[in-house]
């Protein structure tokens, strides 16, 4: 898609988004204004996708399955607006209208009946949008379980009173189903084989830890009262 925009539509995009001290560098600026810096920004992306994301991508993009998941549950026990408030903290349902305190400088964006998509993230740390024609109007958000994966990535987990009783694997899977998941779901965000997951979920829900149900084609494991209390009860 990136490959076919037209070399005229770039050229805007560019002298309204490239406005930093990096963009005025002459070595950016070749590129930039080059008659091929379509493909070669492409290019450049397609470099960047499999040197920094591609290996690590099943495990993002599980995050926000389960994001997806969570809201759609969300709609259905509290609504559109209860979901749409819970994005982010700065967001408001206002009179018909989500009114975002993050953007002041914005102003007001109409739908005009084309809707608004949704797009769970696992890089931006509040929230972004995209206004710009002929793009569909857009907010993309912070994706639950993201704060917990870098974190992850940071830090060894500390042992507590629920890794001492269950074990560092299934305290992880514990902890990591705040919202409904499905076995590869669980796999690929904790980057976990499906066998091992699979096992470990069968004798916590043996434990009454869990239980489980199916959603359209996928099963679901969520905790239990009991679950629930294990893990709010430890460190």
Same mark, same amino acid.
């Given at each position: 898609?990136?490959?076919?925009?037209?070399?005229?539509?770039?050229?805007?995009?560019?002298?309204?988004?490239?406005?930093?001290?990096?963009?005025?560098?002459?070595?950016?600026?070749?590129?930039?204004?080059?008659?091929?810096?379509?493909?070669?920004?492409?290019?450049?992306?397609?470099?960047?996708?499999?040197?920094?994301?591609?290996?690590?991508?099943?495990?993002?993009?599980?995050?926000?399955?389960?994001?997806?998941?969570?809201?759609?549950?969300?709609?259905?026990?509290?609504?559109?607006?209860?979901?749409?408030?819970?994005?982010?903290?700065?967001?408001?349902?206002?009179?018909?209208?989500?009114?975002?305190?993050?953007?002041?400088?914005?102003?007001?964006?109409?739908?005009?009946?084309?809707?608004?998509?949704?797009?769970?993230?696992?890089?931006?740390?509040?929230?972004?949008?995209?206004?710009?024609?002929?793009?569909?109007?857009?907010?993309?958000?912070?994706? !639950? @379980?993201?704060?917990?994966?870098?974190?992850?990535?940071?830090?060894? $987990?500390?042992?507590? +009173? *629920?890794?001492?009783?269950? &074990?560092?694997?299934?305290?992880?899977?514990?902890?990591?189903?705040?919202?409904?998941?499905?076995?590869?779901?669980?796999?690929?965000?904790?980057?976990?084989?499906?066998?091992?997951?699979?096992?470990?979920?069968?004798?916590?829900?043996?434990?009454?830890?869990?239980? !489980? @149900?199916?959603?359209?084609?996928?099963?679901?494991?969520?905790?239990? $009262?009991?679950?629930? +209390? *294990?893990?709010?009860?430890? &460190?």
């Amino acid at each position: 898609m990136i490959r076919a925009t037209p070399l005229e539509a770039a050229r805007h995009e560019i002298a309204t988004n490239a406005t930093g001290p990096s963009a005025r560098d002459p070595r950016v600026r070749a590129v930039l204004d080059s008659t091929d810096a379509v493909s070669r920004i492409a290019e450049a992306m397609d470099q960047a996708w499999h040197e920094l994301l591609a290996t690590d991508w099943p495990q993002l993009r599980a995050i926000c399955e389960r994001d997806v998941v969570h809201r759609v549950g969300v709609i259905g026990e509290h609504g559109w607006v209860t979901t749409i408030e819970s994005l982010h903290p700065s967001i408001a349902w206002q009179a018909g209208g989500i009114e975002i305190g993050h953007f002041p400088q914005v102003g007001t964006v109409r739908l005009a009946g084309d809707g608004l998509l949704l797009i769970p993230s696992v890089f931006v740390a509040n929230i972004a949008a995209h206004l710009e024609d002929p793009w569909p109007r857009t907010l993309i958000y912070r994706a !639950r @379980g993201t704060a917990a994966l870098w974190g992850e990535q940071e830090s060894v $987990p500390r042992p507590d +009173a *629920l890794t001492a009783l269950v &074990g560092r694997s299934r305290a992880r899977l514990l902890l990591a189903l705040d919202a409904p998941a499905s076995t590869s779901h669980l796999a690929r965000s904790l980057a976990m084989t499906p066998g091992a997951v699979g096992d470990h979920l069968a004798i916590l829900r043996g434990a009454g830890l869990l239980v !489980r @149900g199916r959603s359209g084609r996928s099963v679901l494991y969520r905790r239990t $009262p009991l679950g629930e +209390a *294990l893990v709010g009860g430890t &460190g």
